[in-house]
Nanobody, 126 residues
Framework: QVQLVESGGGLVQAGGSLRLSCAAS????????MGWFRQAPGKEREFVAG????????YYADSAKGRFTISRDNVKSTVLLQMNSLKPEDTAVYYC???????????????????WGQGTQVTVSS
């Protein structure tokens, strides 16, 4: 079992920045591929970024490339999502997710992940 708790969301103006943090507890965080997803009202949950268990492989949705940066610290059992140049369309609840098994592949589907946090709201005003 892995428990995930997100923090760092809030209200920011367009063009601003936020850093989301996901703190993990439980078994073997370092063996899990980690992902960030988001879900806006009335829309499906969508992949934002993913990072392999060892941090060597990183994947971004097209909407996040060049603006968001995912990173992890396996000693502190945390994964971060630095979001810059935020746009109103980035407004959503952001979720941290984990997939076990020392994976480094690309998993953009929410159904590929085993554990989820409760989410943190990000609101970008225009």
């Amino acid at each position: 079992q892995v428990q995930l708790v997100e923090s760092g969301g809030g209200l920011v103006q367009a063009g601003g920045s936020l850093r989301l943090s996901c703190a993990a507890s439980g078994r073997a965080f370092s063996s899990h591929l980690m992902g960030w997803f988001r879900q806006a009202p009335g829309k499906e949950r969508e992949f934002v970024a993913g990072i392999s268990w060892n941090g060597r492989r990183i994947y971004y949705a097209d909407s996040a490339k060049g603006r968001f940066t995912i990173s992890r610290d396996n000693v502190k059992s945390t994964v971060l999502l630095q979001m810059n140049s935020l746009k109103p369309e980035d407004t959503a609840v952001y979720y941290c997710a984990a997939r076990g098994g020392y994976s480094g592949n690309y998993y953009p589907s929410a159904s590929d992940y085993d554990y989820w946090g409760q989410g943190t709201q990000v609101t970008v005003s225009s």
